[in-house]
């Protein structure tokens, strides 16, 4: 083999791998385009029956519990419409938090969604604590104002 | 031998000079340390924003510190791409040589930076949520994005006639503008792990100021950088191709 | 100011090894491209 062809063969290769890869992120892309299902999806039976998938949605405040056994977590993701309790034996990311965002893979045994994996989903917001505890603030007074207003209806 | 050139230019600055090769080439030489500079001063000043000014984040503490990089380097990939994508364009519809090699020059620059967009979202992801990496539409897309970047060096350098590497690259770059927009809007049009835009042209961002003007200072940086390194690197790209005219010969024999 | 001392700024609330690595890999890259671009304008200059 002359050094010309053999370098048309290593790059021809090369070419190659790279297109197979291509098309393997693009096959990841196809299947992926739906990352999670909301927990009004999965109600309406739009999720895949009988395999793994994700849901995401917000963790329902007050619903994390945690087991007895010292590893298992309960907690209920809701997208505010519908709900779906799930149970988890794992470590959570550092972000999981009560009314934060969070993406869950696993499957639907009896109602319960048994998670393999909890990943958290944060916003695109960024502030210092002092300033998100003004915000907090705020949302409190405003909830208390509407209280009041539906209250007196 | 530019500042010569330069200055006869002075009374009518004929722009089109520049397409030649020749021409493009002091030129870009005199311009590239300019940029170097700024670089360097704006990637000072907006890493001490970075870290000492703007303040720790409510949600992430200080791992969100990473996005003064990620930001910028998930930008500049695809401004790159498109700012190559142009130059082929051009290239293919006026024959102009030099649009070819700005292409070319453009890059590798363009993939080092979805490099260090990928490598610091993964860095970011493990500590927030809690994973190095998932096949979401954003970060599948991005990941194409360094792919497309490594056909169009590998086609190009497969190609020994430079002319026809510079064709058949710019036919594959053309196509692949169509991943720019399905990066940006991946996190509109699909449900993704990757958060939305902070900063967007119809709405006020969603950080804090000191946050914002540490992140901006950070992406003129690598605008100035990228700027510099294509420049840099259209230069090398001349040499090599030109490397048989009188010009170039001439300019060689002076260096050594 | 963000931080009371060296060790708290390089410690990153925790975090420091996903911020510094980050940065660190940032600056190795464009080192590694700057050399390249050195290493590419001597080889023409050598060719000629």
């Known amino acids: 083999m002359k050094p010309r062809h053999r370098r048309i063969a290593l790059i021809v290769a090369g070419v190659a791998v790279l297109a197979l890869a291509a098309g393997l992120v693009l096959s990841a892309f196809q299947q992926n385009l739906v990352f999670f299902f909301t927990p009004s999806q999965v109600a309406a039976n739009e999720a895949p029956q009988g395999r793994a998938f994700r849901v995401g949605g917000m963790v329902e405040t007050g619903s994390v519990k945690r087991q007895p056994d010292g590893v298992t977590v309960n907690f209920v993701v809701t997208d505010t419409a519908k709900s779906i309790p799930v149970a988890y034996k794992g470590v959570l990311p550092d972000l999981f938090r009560e009314g934060k965002g969070v993406v869950t893979q696993g499957r639907l045994e009896n109602g319960v969604f048994v998670a393999s994996e909890v990943l958290a989903k944060h916003d695109e917001n960024y502030m210092p604590p002092e300033a998100a505890d003004a915000v907090k603030k705020a949302q409190a007074t405003n909830q208390k104002a509407t209280g009041t207003v539906i209250n007196a209806k | ?256 | 100011m963000n931080w009371g001392s060296m060790i708290e700024f390089f410690a990153m609330g925790g975090k420091g090894l996903y911020v510094w690595g980050s940065y660190g890999v940032t600056f190795a890259v464009i080192a590694i491209e700057i050399a390249m671009l050195a290493l590419r304008r001597r080889a023409a200059g050598h060719r000629a």
């Not at chain 2, 940029?35 to 000492?52: K, P, T």
């Not at chain 2, 090699?101 to 493990?126: E, H, K, N, V």
């Not at chain 2, 990941?143 to 970047?149: D, E, G, K, T």
């Not at chain 2, 950088?225 to 001349?238: G, K």
Request: charged fraction near 10%.
């Open chain 2, 1 to 256: 031998m530019p500042s010569a050139n330069l200055q006869n230019e002075s009374a009518s600055f004929n722009w089109f000079k520049y397409a030649s090769p020749q021409a493009f080439f002091p030129l870009a030489g005199a311009i590239a340390p300019w940029f170097a500079a700024f670089a360097a001063v704006l990637f000072v000043v907006g890493l001490y924003i970075g870290f000492f000014v703007a303040p720790t984040d409510a949600q992430q503490g200080e791992s969100y510190r990473i996005i003064f990089i990620h930001v910028p380097a998930a930008w500049m990939s695809m401004v790159i791409y498109l700012a190559m994508a142009f130059w082929a364009g051009i290239g293919l519809a006026f024959n102009t040589r030099l649009s070819g090699m700005m292409a070319s020059a453009l890059a590798p620059t363009g993939a080092w930076f979805t490099f260090i967009a990928l490598w610091t979202g993964a860095l970011w992801g493990r500590p927030t949520w809690g994973t190095w990496w998932v096949w979401d539409a954003r970060l599948t897309s991005e990941l194409l994005l360094l792919f497309l970047y490594f056909g169009f060096m590998a086609l190009q350098a497969a190609i020994d006639d430079p002319r026809r590497a510079d064709k058949a690259g710019a036919v594959l770059a053309l196509v692949g503008v169509i991943n720019i927009p399905i990066i940006y809007f991946s996190v509109q049009w699909w449900n993704t792990l990757h958060q939305g835009s902070s900063v967007s042209l119809k709405s006020a961002p969603t950080m804090a100021a000191t946050m914002f003007t540490g992140m901006m200072v950070m992406v003129f940086a690598c605008w100035a950088y990228a700027i510099a390194a294509a420049l840099w690197r259209v230069r090398c790209i001349i040499l090599e191709r030109e490397l048989r005219t009188d010009w170039v010969r001439a300019y060689l024999g002076k260096q050594t």
